[in-house]
């Protein structure tokens, strides 16, 4: 997932929609399937303001979803460790 936010962040920086929607979608079905709901839901509505608004306008939103995965990851981990 690390590399699905990181490319949420390249390509909202460079304008390019289409691969910024991809990019939110992946991540979105990813939380989906290990049960990171919050997560999934952020992704999602970064998934349907990309294909539409400025990019540059969800970057806080990102910062959101990343904080939002560091939570996933913590709760994860504690399970599967």
């Given amino acids: ?3 699905a936010r990181g490319l949420l ?3 909202s920086a460079e ?3 289409a691969e910024f929607v991809r990019a939110a979608h992946t991540f979105k079905s ?3 399937t290990v049960g990171a709901g919050r997560l999934s839901d952020l ?3 970064l998934e349907k ?3 539409g ?3 540059t306008d969800l970057l806080p939103l990102i910062s959101t979803l990343e904080e939002a995965y560091e ?3 913590q709760q994860l981990q504690k399970i599967y460790s």
């Fill in 15 to 17: 304008g390019r929609s």
């Fill in 9 to 11: 962040k390249k390509s």
């Fill in 49 to 51: 303001r990309g294909q």
């Fill in 1 to 3: 997932m690390t590399f």
């Fill in 53 to 55: 608004e400025q990019l």
């Fill in 30 to 32: 990813t939380s989906a």
């Fill in 43 to 45: 992704a999602a509505d």
């Fill in 71 to 73: 939570e996933a990851k």
